[in-house]
């Protein structure tokens, strides 16, 4: 699995725990290892204008998704095809004040924006509540399962 980060953002980002978590996702739901995906982390000034350009909507925000060869999760028999997932870009300074807010760490904010974002690329959406619980609740499963994870590492 080609996994490229790159943090543009002049915040300290645990890159390695991001990369792992995008490795342990992407198993989770059955993604080609050899599919390609790049998380960049950009400043404030950089994730408005991608905001604005891309939503239509104003000040920067947490995370936005770039689908490029719109692939679907696989599953265990079936995985998805080998493929270029597309872009993840993150605001790191968005994420500390979230996570501030909702009482936990920037980096488990930077986590669930990573798996949000994967979920994004492949296809996932939270428009519908039906859509939204189905998302966030294999969103939970994913950081959930990654926590175990890395507490047996």
Do not use: K
């Not at 519908?128 to 499963?141: C, H, K, L, T, V």
């Amino acid at each position: 699995m080609s996994i490229e980060l790159n943090n543009e953002s002049g915040v300290d980002v645990d890159e390695a725990a991001i990369q792992r978590l995008a490795v342990y996702a992407l198993d989770q739901l059955h993604v080609h290892p050899d599919a390609d995906l790049a998380i960049v982390f950009v400043d404030e000034a950089a994730m408005e204008q991608l905001h604005v350009q891309w939503m239509d909507e104003p000040g920067p925000t947490d995370v936005l998704s770039f689908p490029m060869d719109e692939l679907r999760p696989g599953t265990e028999d079936d995985p998805t095809p080998a493929g270029l997932l597309g872009d993840i870009v993150v605001c790191p300074q968005v994420a500390v004040a979230q996570a501030e807010a909702a009482g936990h760490s920037p980096l488990e904010e930077m986590l669930l924006l990573t798996t949000h974002g994967i979920l994004h690329l492949l296809g996932f959406d939270h428009a519908e509540p039906e859509e939204e619980r189905e998302m966030f609740g294999i969103q939970r499963d994913i950081l959930v399962g990654f926590a175990l994870a890395e507490r047996r590492r």
